[in-house]
């Protein structure tokens, strides 16, 4: 899917869009206000896709991050992407938004951490397009020496064989806690995703990600500080499916009551 024009949303944590073509990332906006995705969704997908000189119509796919988020935020980002979808007969793919920013920390591992891929501020225009490059297939053969060294410098080996290179992810999930996955040192997902306090997370290993400094625990460089819509629209093809059922991991706050209460005064009984 990626040999085309992509779309990638995610409302996991903020509003994030990205554009890619043949994998490489061609326009990327984001707002950090969490409590404007509904209104800011959709004219930010428009902006970008304006700048970028596409239409609608030559778009050829979608990929949007199921989660796990906020039950009313994340699923904007998905029932727009569905929509779309639907609307203009594109394939969707959807993914956990944990992952792409494990895909980030492999690629600028890849890349040297003074390679920042990390999505563009919303107030500041990409400039040029940006070769975001997968770390699989032939490439893979390319890089395996230099990032593997990257990897054991980064990540050294632990006092468990079985965890060294392995590193956490993690969103705010607020009430004191965080969304968090665990992946090998290739950013493959061993782990998750879950919902805990921070002190629940894998001891002793890195932790990475828009919510890392809830956790303390962080790596020597800036990990990434927001999911990247423009790498999950550029690498969405190497990264696993996780279904249509959005990843909220935990009840709504709002409930529907189950049962009507009486309004009725009581006779007093005689």
Known sequence: MTSGRIIGLDTSAGVAVGLAEAGVVVGRRWLDDSRRHAEALVPLL????????????EVTGLAVGMGPGPFTGLRVGIAAAQTLSTAYHLPLRQVCSLDIVAREVVERLALGPETSIAATSERLPTTGPQVVAPVTGALAQQVVAPVTGALDETFPASD??????????????????????????????????????????????????PAAGLVGRTLAWPSPERVDAGLLAAQSEFLPEVG??????????????????SVLVARPTR
């Open 160 to 209: 468990d064989e079985d965890t060294s290179g392995q590193f956490s992810v993690v969103l705010d999930a607020r009430r004191r806690e965080v969304y968090w996955a665990r992946y090998d040192r290739w950013g493959q997902r061993l782990e998750g995703p879950q919902v805990s306090s921070p002190t629940d997370l894998p001891a002793a290993l890195p932790v990475v990600g």
């Open 244 to 261: 249509s059922q959005p990843l909220y991991l935990r009840r709504p706050d709002a409930t529907v009551p189950t049962g009507r209460k």
């Open 46 to 57: 428009a902006q970008v896709v304006d700048e970028a000189g596409w239409h609608m119509t």
